[in-house]
């Protein structure tokens, strides 16, 4: 009897790929990915320094040398992985003794003028040169030549530089051109001279600067925040999440004996990629602030000083708290919460709100017009297909500022050939090509957003954010983009207000009876402010700190700060975000979970175990749990309440208000580094040349303003990037907090 065998059948290439041999090992990989990209894909290492993934190719440190065959010839000289594409067939060796001896020469090129300066250097323990010079490099130097000197430069309050250790990967150059695109980095000078630098001598200027400094792969660039405070060995990292705007980027902590020292990027392709902008990764100070509320305390004075509280017991403090509420329930009683409060909180909020009986609820504190009775809404399309848009309209927002990493999606998507159009009362920066602006004063955004014209365009958005949003028409820009969006088929992307605006908005964080700016311009006689800081979280701050002035305030406060104390009778410290499990959901609509990381300071408590020992004391119902996972939190539906429009003024200059960029909230106003940079320009006001000079003010004066509700005494900019008819503010800095929106006068100068 015979046998016969037969060979196994080649395997069939995928359509759009080649096959190639990597050590040995038969793989397919797409047509023009290079060597590098199938080796990781395959999870074979090779070496690198400049390859980043996430950058342009630059094949510039040649570690990744590998040794290849085409068509059974060896190719005459080693090949770099990452700039060599794949081809039909090819054979490629990274750890034969041709392309090993290739890395190791590199490695030692690259060592020649390295300092000895591991031992105090502060990437120490997570520095890829230190990693590879392990396994590439001599244990002997052959060289004993005087190794070059590379002066530094001040790169400004958050990148800290030591030139000298620069391999000239270009890592960071490529950053700062393809990724922030502010191109403030390059390469100076020539062959041994040749040195990383800015070509003005200025700092930073981009809101995503730290990122340098995870892509550079030696200790050239560093946190000037961090540095020397600890090694990266003595460190726990703890997941969490952005809080200061409602993308709510994945980050780690890094926690030593419960201080968090450190903040880095999380990788997560569907929201913030492997970036972090600057606001989420140097706040972290802020929880550090000699005003942090640590002590339950009890009011025994009038005004604001330390001396009008006395420090209290929990059960103490919580005992008041309940005696006040006990005697405002109902109508009497108003609840007003931080739009970044997590969805545990702000579902124990509107539960305590419940059994007090009352329906003045509400986060929605920085908007002016709601009308409409509009919450925070998921975009209509998610983050990352963003970038394969073919037209977005972006309507009333300093977007680079109020969501970074957002407007680096739009980067990308104009990269690719998007059509990027922009109606805003103020021509702000971008770092992309527009392709039609339209500046006009903010009672014309509406207008002029349904007279634009999409042509041809299949993929498209339109993204609503913070300036419409908090405006004096916003309800009316809101019907504007739902109407054009639906004439062009485009999905509305409206920015929540808030880090978790729309996560509370589904716990029904949400009024039945007022509204944030009712149960403000009507008083109450009793509050409950929740996360806030009252003397500039407020839309119309002298409205609201009228209104809380007058009347009994329990506070939930991560801050004892002087408007707090300004105005409540009792506060309760609580933890900020990066010291709770909470769960925020982001501006995509996907519920994001954060762990505890931080410890709480002093006596402070999780806002939820705070609001469940005051639903005891007042004898609640639904507040009886142990746990969190016990207390039966879910979605509820809310019939919003619609708010009167408010009548707006014929005279004066539209306020056009955007919010600073380091100064959103109470914990980034307190992170000192963040303002010390240079984005953080201070308050002023900004108008245009024609209006400056019929309100008879110039550059540099100090003029005085006066909206009908509140004045401020401000330096004036002329520049005729603002609308005519308009005046630019940026909110969250105390001279500004009393302006508000609507219309302001000029009405002298200082």
């Given amino acids: 009897m015979s046998t016969e065998t037969t060979a196994p059948a080649a395997p069939v290439v995928p359509e759009g790929h080649v096959g190639i041999e990597i050590d040995g090992r038969t793989l397919f990989a797409p047509k023009g990915s290079m060597i590098i990209q199938a ?138 051109a393809d990724i922030a695109g502010t191109y403030e980095l390059g390469g100076m000078q020539r062959g041994e001279n040749l040195q990383i630098g800015t070509f003005d001598g200025k700092p930073l200027t981009t809101e995503l600067s730290g990122n340098v400094i995870d892509v550079c792969p030696v200790g050239a660039l560093t946190n000037k925040v961090f540095r020397f405070r600890a090694r990266p060995w003595e460190l726990v990292a703890r997941e969490s999440l952005g809080w200061h705007d409602a993308l709510g980027s994945n980050l780690f902590l890094h926690v030593r004996r419960g201080d968090v020292l450190r903040t880095v ?26 005003d942090r509320a640590k002590k339950p305390m009890i009011r025994v004075g009038e005004g604001g000083e330390p001396e009008a509280f006395r420090e209290a017991s929990w059960d103490e403090a919580l005992a008041k708290a309940a005696e006040i509420l006990s005697a405002h329930r109902g109508d009497d009683l108003g609840v007003l919460a931080h739009p970044a409060t997590s969805n545990e909180e702000g579902a124990l909020l509107a539960r305590l709100a419940d059994a007090l009986g009352t329906g003045n609820l509400d986060h929605r504190i920085a908007q002016h017009d709601l009308s409409d009775g509009a919450v925070a809404e998921a975009f209509g399309m998610a983050v990352a297909d963003l970038e394969a848009a073919d037209a977005i309209v972006v309507v009333g927002s300093n977007l680079r500022h109020e969501v970074p990493l957002l407007h680096q999606r739009l980067r990308k998507a104009a990269k690719r050939g998007a059509k990027i159009h922009v109606v805003n009362p103020v021509d702000f920066d971008f770092a992309f090509a527009i392709a039609s602006k339209t500046i006009v004063p903010p009672s014309q955004l509406a207008s002029a957003l349904s007279n634009l014209k999409l042509d041809g365009a299949t993929r498209a958005a339109v993204i609503v954010g913070a300036v419409a949003e908090t405006s004096a028409h916003a309800a009316a820009i809101r019907q504007a983009a739902a109407a054009f969006a639906a004439a062009n088929d485009a999905a509305v992307c409206r920015i929540p207000q808030g880090a978790n605006a729309l996560g509370l908005a589904r716990m029904g964080v949400l009024p039945t009876a007022r509204d944030a700016q009712a149960m403000l311009a009507d008083a109450r006689k009793a509050y409950v402010i929740y996360g806030i800081e009252p003397g500039l979280d407020f839309a119309d701050q002298a409205r609201a700190l009228k209104a809380l002035g007058a009347a009994k305030v329990v506070a939930f406060s991560h801050y004892a700060c002087r408007s707090t104390r300004n105005v409540a009778d009792v506060i309760l410290p609580i933890g900020a975000l990066p010291e709770i499990e909470a769960t925020l959901t982001n501006l995509a609509g996907a519920d994001q979970r954060t762990v505890a990381g931080g410890k709480l300071p002093g006596d402070a408590r999780p806002g939820w175990r705070v609001l469940r020992a005051l639903g005891g004391a007042l004898g609640a119902d639904g507040f009886a749990f142990a746990d969190l996972a016990d207390a039966g939190l879910a ?37 000192a580094a963040l303002q010390s940079h240079p984005l953080n320009a201070g308050p002023r006001l900004v108008l245009h040349s024609a209006d400056a000079a019929a309100a008879g003010v110039s550059e540099g004066a100090m003029a005085k303003l006066d909206n009908g509700v509140g004045t401020a005494t401000l330096p004036v900019v002329v520049d005729d990037r603002v609308a005519r008819g308009a005046v630019w503010v940026e909110a969250g800095y105390g001279p500004t907090a009393a302006l508000g929106a609507g219309r302001v006068r000029v009405t002298g100068v200082v």
């Fill in 265 to 290: 990027p999380r990788d997560n392709e569907a929201v913030n990629e492997c970036w972090l902008s600057d606001r989420d990764r140097y706040s972290h100070q802020g929880l550090y602030a000699d």
């Fill in 635 to 671: 979605p509820r539906d809310v019939q919003v309440a619609a708010s009167a429009a408010q009548p707006q003024a014929g005279e004066g200059l539209e306020l056009a208000v955007s919010q600073a960029i380091y100064r959103v909230d109470a914990t980034v106003r307190r992170a």
């Fill in 39 to 176: 080796a990781d894909k395959a999870g074979i290492p090779i070496p690198r320094f400049c390859y980043h993934e996430k950058l342009p190719i630059a094949a510039n440190c040649r570690m990744c040398l590998v040794d290849a065959e085409m068509g059974g010839r060896p190719m005459p000289k080693p090949q770099p992985a990452c700039a060599t594409p794949v081809a039909d067939g090819m054979k490629i060796f990274t750890r034969n003794e041709k392309a090993l001896k290739a890395q190791r020469n590199v490695m030692e090129f690259l060592l020649i003028n390295h300092p000895l300066d591991c031992p105090i250097c502060d990437q120490g323990g997570e520095c890829e040169l230190q990693d590879l010079s392990l396994g590439y490099g001599r244990s002997v130097s052959r060289f004993a030549e005087r190794k070059r000197v590379v002066a530094d430069e001040d790169m400004g309050p958050l990148v800290a530089t030591e030139m000298t250790r620069c391999i000239q990967c270009t890592r960071c150059v490529r950053f700062t």
